[in-house]
């Protein structure tokens, strides 16, 4: 199995994003994990509610890639698909 994993690059960068595959497989798999709980409860609230209030602009269900970031996720997925040919 192959796996990259990314971390979002937003102001909060609690959630990131791991692709892999199996070479003998052809599909990829994408697997968005949000990594918050690793914050005190109390922590976790005052960030609930900075966002609640606008005060906050840390993306939720999405993931931000910086240009390296997108350089290094087109070339792990030109590996997979070279390694299907």
């Given amino acids: 199995m192959n796996i990259k994993t ?9 959630h990131y994003i791991s692709i892999y595959y199996f070479k003998d497989e052809p ?11 690793r914050f005190s409860f109390w922590k976790r609230l005052t ?3 900075k966002i609640l209030f606008g005060r906050s602009e ?4 999405s993931i931000i ?3 390296e970031q997108t350089q290094e996720l087109i070339q792990f ?3 997979k698909h ?3 040919d």
């Fill in 58 to 61: 840390v993306c939720l269900d």
């Fill in 82 to 84: 070279n390694g299907c």
């Fill in 27 to 37: 599909e990829v798999y994408f697997e968005l994990i949000d990594d918050v709980c």
């Fill in 77 to 79: 997925l030109q590996e």
């Fill in 6 to 14: 990314f971390r979002c690059s937003c102001i909060g960068g609690t």
């Fill in 47 to 49: 960030e609930a509610f």
């Fill in 65 to 67: 890639f910086k240009p």
